[in-house]
């Protein structure tokens, strides 16, 4: 495990083969499968991804917040208990984490997915030259996926010129040493998402994958992410013991750490845009 956690924090990225048993692939796969009937079913209901919505048409890539009632299936709690997958994480940040993020991502139906160059959360500045992270996020890839675009490294660096005209201007274009990454079903692409990264995918060509994110419990960035749902009555009890420590971990650390107003505005305005953005290509490529 250490070679890998040497590539992550080097390259900003490592994708690490065969993590899950065929068992448990079939089982999560099945449980994506069910996620996105149900949103393919009624997107609006969700906080749907999109490549095409308008009034008469939507075409979905995924959703976010898996863990809401609204769309939990308690199979989602096995990451978070999954020894290998949850070992890498624990290299990376220690034993006591805390919950961040949980969503599911699947291919569009019709026009092709394009998501913009970008650092999550826009924070577009944000880098660490020695590379440490505030945070594992990861892809359990449950099909081959070849969606995952980065240029290794950017997360120890400021943008170049380059990088930073794609940012500003929601791009798509090739940049100077960008990598595509090829997972194949049962593999695990741990990132760093303050790595210069996008996605790209052929509508049709078959994806399931769950995206999730972690960080260590005294983080003293990122977090403010208990989430509605989290704070409802009895929710917190209908998780498994694993995900409630996660997650009261989250709870704690945000009542702890009220953020400053400007750092809501900021926040509030990032989130606005990445809801309001459908990832296709200018023109809205069809296949």
């Known amino acids: 495990m250490d070679q890998y956690v040497r590539a992550f924090v080097d390259q900003g990225f490592v994708l690490v083969p065969g993590m899950l048993d065929e068992p448990t692939l079939g089982r999560w796969r099945a449980a994506v499968d069910r996620t996105a009937v149900t949103v393919r079913a009624a997107p609006k209901a969700y906080e749907s991804r999109y490549t095409l919505r308008t009034e008469d048409e939507t075409d979905t890539w995924g959703v976010s917040h898996i863990f809401d009632l609204a769309l939990y299936d308690p199979v989602f709690a096995e990451v978070f208990e999954h020894p290998a997958l949850m070992g890498f994480v624990h290299a990376v940040l220690g ?3 805390r919950f961040w993020s949980a ?5 569009p139906t019709s026009v092709n997915y394009e998501l913009n160059w970008h650092k999550d959360n826009m924070e577009t500045d944000r880098y660490a030259l020695d590379g440490r992270s505030t945070h594992v996020q990861f892809n359990v890839c449950l099909t081959a996926d070849d969606c995952f675009r980065v240029v290794p490294g950017s997360h120890r660096r400021p943008l170049t010129d380059a990088e930073r005209a794609q940012v500003d201007s929601s791009g798509t274009g090739s940049l100077p040493g960008e990598l595509a990454v090829r997972s194949l079903p049962g593999d695990v692409l741990f990132m760093n998402h303050h790595a210069l990264h996008r996605g790209s995918g052929v509508a049709g060509v078959v994806r399931r994958t769950f995206h999730m994110n972690l960080q260590a419990a005294d983080e003293p960035t990122g977090g403010h992410t208990s989430w509605r749902f989290m704070r409802q009555e009895g929710y ?6 694993t995900v409630r420590a996660l997650m009261e971990n989250t709870i704690a650390w945000d009542d702890a750490h009220p953020l400053p107003i400007a750092e809501v505005v900021r926040r509030r305005r990032a989130s606005r845009y990445i809801k309001q953005h459908d990832a296709r290509a200018a023109g809205g490529t069809q296949q």
């Open 95 to 97: 034993e006591q984490l």
């Open 103 to 107: 969503h599911a991502l699947w291919e």
């Open 236 to 241: 917190l009890q209908r998780m498994s013991p």
